[in-house]
């Protein structure tokens, strides 16, 4: 199944990242193009049927708001805000799994398993 899909996980609190915003747009030569902007649901995965289906070959950011997700669960956000993070798909049809892992101080994302 092609698309992408992006799994976030709180591992300072040891759960799903509910409620966590994350954009995702397409990154060309001068401008970008807006693709999808969702919420984690309680199962992990960010809700948002546009990132299901055939996607262009090219450069996608994925962008992820851990500021406004700690504020909104009472935690002053101290080191981390908005996380960028850039990918390319080389084959439209293919499915890009991003696992998304991180803290109030740090995080970690990778090409999960298709």
């Known amino acids: 199944m092609p698309g992408i899909s992006i799994h976030a996980v709180d591992i300072g609190r040891g759960v799903a990242a509910k409620g966590l915003r994350v954009r995702v747009d397409r990154i060309g030569d001068e401008t970008s193009t807006f693709v999808a902007d969702g919420l984690v649901?309680?199962?992990g995965l960010v809700n948002a049927a546009a990132?299901?289906?055939?996607m262009p070959r090219g450069v996608y950011e994925a962008t992820f708001y851990i500021g406004e997700y700690l504020a909104a669960g009472g935690t002053t956000p101290t080191f981390l805000d908005i996380v960028?993070?850039?990918?390319a798909i080389n084959d439209p049809e293919s499915h890009c799994h991003l696992p998304f892992k991180f803290t109030p101080y740090g995080?970690?994302?990778?090409?999960?398993?298709?």
């Open 84 to 87: 960028p993070f850039r990918f």
């Open 41 to 43: 649901g309680a199962n």
């Open 107 to 114: 995080f970690s994302c990778f090409r999960g398993a298709e």
């Open 51 to 54: 990132l299901g289906g055939v």
